[in-house]
């Protein structure tokens, strides 16, 4: 079984939808990342959190420490939002510098 | 530009021939990390180097070296490429890898390299 879990694995929305990706970890965990992958194969840094709630425009990134479990919300999508969003944790205590990921969640948004 | 910048970005190469991809970020990082990307299987953590002269091995090291002489650059070896080492890999970086989730620990990602192993 994979440490970190996220689903769906694909997600087909309409433009305008509220979309929703999750991530399930199983390690206790001090950070987590989300990030987003463009079509064009470049990653970026959306989130990180390791309590309560973030927001960024219309991104919003929840976590729930005792529930080991992540969301990632898109208000308003647009199209411009497909992309392959991955999550990844960063174990708490011994190696801090190591990172695992989930398989990733690809998302088209329609116009 | 604070940029992570890697080389080569795409390369063809044979079996058995060593080779070298570069990682170098100009943003005073301390932390530098190596992962590869495979279609099915996501990101996976090869090494890592949370200082200079720090290094660890992630979750896939086999057939990989790293070294990290100075604080800009962690070049990923592969001494001996086979063609399991098919692959996308990706040079991270950032200021801090601690605990905590202060815009120190926040991750820039390099462009990516391509690479094919005959």
């Known amino acids: 079984k994979n440490e970190v879990e996220q689903s769906p694995q694909n997600l087909t929305a309409q433009e305008g939808e509220f979309i929703t990706i999750n991530c399930s970890y199983s390690?206790?965990?001090?950070?987590l990342h989300w990030l987003q992958q463009h079509p064009g194969g470049g990653i970026v840094s959306l989130f990180m959190l390791s309590s309560g709630k973030k927001k960024h425009g219309r991104l919003i990134a929840t976590i729930n420490i005792q529930e080991k479990h992540s969301s990632l919300h898109i208000t308003a999508s647009h199209p411009r939002d497909s992309a392959v969003y991955i999550c990844?944790?960063?174990?708490?205590?011994?190696?801090?510098?190591?990172?695992?990921f989930g398989k990733g969640t690809k998302l088209s948004v329609k116009p | 530009e604070a940029q992570v910048t890697q080389n080569p970005r795409y390369l063809i190469t044979v079996t058995g021939k060593k080779l070298t991809v570069t990682c170098s970020q100009n943003?005073?990082?301390?932390?530098m990390s190596w992962y590869r990307q495979d279609p099915g299987l996501g990101l996976r953590q090869i090494y890592y180097s949370m200082n200079v002269e720090v290094t660890d091995k992630g979750d896939v090291p086999e057939g990989y070296k790293v070294s990290r002489k100075e604080k800009r650059n962690f070049p990923l070896i592969l001494e001996s490429p086979s063609p399991n080492q098919t692959s996308l890999y990706f040079c991270?970086?950032?200021?801090?890898?601690?605990?905590?989730?202060?815009?120190?620990?926040?991750?820039?990602f390099g462009a990516g390299s391509r690479l094919t192993v005959l």
């Open positions: 990844a944790v960063r174990r708490y205590g011994g190696s801090q510098g190591n990172l695992i």
């Open positions: 991270a970086s950032s200021l801090k890898a601690g605990t905590g989730v202060s815009g120190a620990n926040v991750l820039t």
């Open positions: 943003m005073n990082h301390e932390y």
């Open positions: 390690v206790g965990i001090s950070a």
